[in-house]
């Protein structure tokens, strides 16, 4: 079945570094990939998304490639804030009947001043 | 675009006592409707979900149970809580033809059982 593999968490980092959080995926077909936000004490925000190999998803400074042939869609900012403090989701959807979610397991960012 | 609403925001009860959580859906019609838990620090795991009215759909054997009253109105239900069924419980909603497989989040119901 469909899977998300995540990077394990939890990572700490200083304002203005640079960010990557891992997400590899494990699918039959094209499925559309997808990473979403949580913030402290809310429901999920879709932050960006790629329908197609090789489409680059972006949003606030996030950016991320879906990459066919390494199953792959990395989460990256060049320089994170503290305000970009939250739990990272990769996800996939497989366009079928229903079009669930399968979610990785989520990676918790803190970033210090 | 959508809104989610769902409610109450923080829940406790006693193990053993009923459980309903609303979920309405604003800004859309014949959306596909989930709902998902979030276990203290793990990741989400789908529940259920729908894709037209009474059509449930459920992914996991569990002490819970959803129903689709109405178009827009998607309840989660327990006839005995268990302390497992503790987590954050949240709503999604997918519409539109080619943009069916965004889901939008509402904020979440926290439930403790105790």
């Known amino acids: 079945g469909n899977s998300v593999t995540q990077m394990e968490g939890p990572v700490t980092l200083s304002e203005e570094a640079f960010l990557t959080i891992n997400c590899t995926y494990t699918?039959?077909?094209?499925?559309?990939l997808f990473w979403y936000v949580q913030y402290p004490g809310e429901g999920l925000q879709l932050l960006l998304k790629?329908?197609?190999?090789?489409d680059k998803g972006s949003n606030k400074g996030f950016e991320a490639t879906y990459r066919k042939e390494t199953t792959s869609f990395h989460l990256e900012k060049g320089s994170v804030q503290v305000s970009d403090s939250a739990v990272y989701f990769c996800a996939l959807s497989d366009l079928q009947g229903a079009q669930k979610l399968v979610f990785g397991q989520g990676t918790r960012l803190t970033i210090n001043p | 675009s959508q809104t989610i609403h769902q409610w109450p925001a923080t829940l406790v009860q006693p193990v053993g006592s009923p459980l309903s959580l609303e979920c309405t859906v604003e800004g859309t019609s014949n959306p596909n409707l989930y709902w998902y838990r979030q276990a203290a620090g793990r990741g989400l795991q789908l529940l259920f979900y729908s894709v037209g009215i009474g059509q449930i759909s459920s992914e996991v054997p569990q002490n819970l149970s959803a129903s689709r009253p109405q178009d827009r109105q998607f309840i989660l239900s327990s006839k005995k809580l268990l302390l497992s069924d503790s987590g954050f419980y949240l709503c999604?909603?997918?519409?539109?033809?080619?943009?069916?497989?965004?889901?939008?989040f509402g904020a979440g119901t926290r439930l403790s059982v105790l």
């Open positions: 699918a039959t077909g094209y499925p559309s």
């Open positions: 790629a329908t197609k190999a090789d």
């Open positions: 999604a909603a997918a519409q539109g033809i080619i943009a069916k497989n965004i889901q939008y």
